[in-house]
C-alpha cells in the first residue's frame, strides 16, 4: 500500500492537482480530495481496455503485434491524399507535438474536439482578444462571479469549490455574488443569487443589450429575449459596481445561434466593464487539456486548430479546413483519431464518413470509434500510467504523474505517435529510392 500526493486529476479543464491516491497492488484504490467524476476515472479506468494491437482482415478484428499494426497504420497514412488526425484532447502536449510533426509529414488535416466546443471560443479571441486572469487570480479578488451557458456543478463538479462561490480568496473574504444565465434552470443556477432565463438562442441579444446599459444608454424595447428591461438593467448595475468581475462561459454560449459572434459579444461586454471596473473573461475547457491542444498546435504551427499542411505548409480555414466540413464534404480519404471517440460525438453523417474510410485509432478503450476502425492501437492512460503536461483552462501548464505501471507492453500515445512517425518516414524513403 502507498500513497502518492499532488496528482493532477486527468478528467476535466479543471485539472485539480490536489488529489491524494492510495495504491494497493499497482491498482488505485482510494481516491481524496476528487469529485465523482474524477473517482469514476480513477477507480474505474481499467474496464474495457484493449490490451493487445488489433488489425481489421475480411471484417475481424484480429491480435497482432505493435510492428504490425503500426506498419499497416504507417502504410494507411502513406498512401492516403488528404488523411485527418483528430482528437488530442484527452492525452499529453508531448503526444499532441508528436502529432503534429506526424501530420505535417503526411501533409494531412490536424483538428482537437475544439472544434465542437469552443471553436468559436478561439475566433471570438481572434477578432476582439480577451481580458483574462489565472484561476488563482479569480480565487483570491473576484467578488462577483458570472456562469453563461456553463453548469459547473455537473461538468467540472470542483470549479466553484475551488475557485469561485464555495472559496475565501486572501482578498476576498465575504460572500461572492453569483449571476447564472442560461436558458434552463440548471444545477448551478439553483444555487444562484440572479439567475436569468433567457430564450434559447438570444444570447446575442442580451449581452448587446447589457453592452447598451453599461455605456449609460436607454433601450427602447421593455424586454430582451424574456427578460424585462429593468431586470438587465439591474444585472448591467451590479456587474458595473463589483471590484472585480469573473465571466465563464461555456458551450451553452459557444454552440448556440451566433456562435463566434456570441463570443464577439461576450468579449466586448468584458472590454467595456474594464473601463469602470476590473472584469475577466474565461471559456469553461471541458476536456483535461484541450487547451494544451490548442496551446501546442499554436506554438508549432501557428495556428490552435484545424490546421491543414496539404500544400506543405500550415494553413488554417475553420469551416473549410475543420474536421466536420473536411468529412461533411467528404474529402479525406483516410483518418487517425487520437484520444477521443468522435463516432459518439461527430454529426452522423461525418461519423460515417469517418467509418468509411481506412480509420486508425490510438486509444486505452474499446470507445465507439474503435469499433469502427481498421487498425487499434491500445495506449496507455495518460495521467495514471504515464505522464507528461497538460494545460488547465486559464492556460496554466501542470504536470501529470505517472502513478501504476501500465498493463505489460502497453506504450503511450506519444511512444505511439513517434514509432508510426518513425515507419511513415521509411515508408516514404522506400518509395523515394524505388517509385
Ligand atoms: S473538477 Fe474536474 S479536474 Fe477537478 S477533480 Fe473533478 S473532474 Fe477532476
Not at 497492488?25 to 469514476?40: F, P, R
Not at 455605456?215 to 448591467?236: K, Y
Amino acid at each position: 500500500m502507498r500513497t502518492v500526493k499532488h496528482v493532477t486529476c486527468p478528467v476535466c479543464g479543471c485539472l485539480c492537482d490536489d488529489l491524494e491516491l492510495t495504491i494497493k497492488d499497482e491498482k488505485v484504490v482510494k481516491v481524496k480530495n476528487g469529485c465523482a467524476l474524477c473517482k469514476a476515472k480513477f477507480l474505474g479506468y481499467s474496464k474495457h481496455r484493449v490490451l493487445k494491437p488489433l488489425v481489421r482482415k475480411n471484417g475481424r478484428f484480429f491480435e497482432v503485434s505493435y510492428e504490425e499494426a503500426v506498419s499497416r497504420a504507417a502504410e494507411i497514412l502513406t498512401e492516403a491524399n488528404y488523411p485527418l488526425l483528430y482528437g488530442w484532447s484527452m492525452t499529453s502536449c508531448e503526444a499532441v507535438s508528436a502529432g503534429i510533426e506526424l501530420a505535417e509529414e503526411i501533409g494531412g488535416v490536424i483538428d482537437t474536439t475544439s472544434t465542437l466546443c469552443h471553436g468559436p471560443s478561439t475566433l471570438g479571441i481572434q477578432d476582439v482578444g480577451i481580458s483574462s486572469a489565472t484561476l488563482g487570480q479569480v480565487r483570491h479578488r473576484a467578488d462577483l462571479i458570472v456562469y453563461w451557458g456553463s453548469n459547473p456543478l455537473i461538468a467540472h463538479p470542483r470549479h466553484m469549490e475551488r475557485y469561485t462561490i464555495f472559496r475565501k480568496g486572501r482578498f476576498q473574504k465575504e460572500k461572492r455574488k453569483l449571476i447564472v444565465v442560461d436558458v434552463r434552470k440548471t444545477e448551478t443556477a439553483e444555487t444562484a443569487d440572479i439567475f436569468l432565463q433567457i430564450k434559447p438562442n438570444m444570447d446575442y441579444e442580451v449581452l448587446q443589450a447589457l453592452r447598451a446599459l453599461i455605456r449609460d444608454q436607454e433601450l427602447d424595447v421593455d424586454e430582451v429575449a424574456g427578460i424585462p428591461t429593468e431586470r438587465l438593467e439591474e444585472i448591467a448595475d451590479t456587474m458595473v459596481e463589483c471590484r472585480f468581475g469573473a465571466l465563464f462561459f461555456g458551450s451553452g454560449l459557444t454552440m448556440t445561434r451566433g456562435k463566434n459572434r456570441n463570443i464577439d459579444a461576450v468579449l466586448s461586454l468584458v472590454s467595456d466593464l474594464n473601463k469602470l471596473t476590473k472584469f475577466i473573461a474565461m471559456p469553461m475547457r471541458g476536456h483535461f487539456n484541450v487547451t494544451g491542444a490548442d496551446m501546442i498546435l499554436t506554438w508549432q504551427t501557428g495556428y490552435p486548430y484545424a490546421v491543414d499542411f496539404s500544400l506543405g505548409y500550415p494553413r488554417y480555414n475553420p469551416g473549410e479546413t475543420s474536421a466536420v466540413d473536411i468529412l461533411l464534404r467528404e474529402e479525406s480519404d483516410a483518418a487517425l483519431v487520437v484520444a477521443s471517440d468522435p463516432v459518439a460525438s461527430l454529426p452522423r453523417k461525418a461519423a460515417e464518413h469517418l467509418a468509411e474510410n481506412p480509420l486508425i485509432v490510438v486509444d486505452p478503450h474499446m470507445s465507439a470509434t474503435a469499433r469502427m476502425a481498421d487498425v487499434v492501437l491500445p495506449s496507455t492512460f495518460v495521467g495514471i500510467e504515464s505522464g507528461g503536461t497538460a494545460y488547465r483552462m486559464d492556460h496554466v501548464p501542470l504536470p501529470l504523474k505517472k502513478i501504476v505501471e501500465p498493463p505489460e507492453g502497453i506504450l503511450s500515445d506519444e511512444e505511439i505517435l513517434r514509432i508510426i512517425l518513425s515507419e511513415v518516414k521509411r515508408k516514404k524513403a522506400e518509395q523515394m529510392e524505388n517509385p
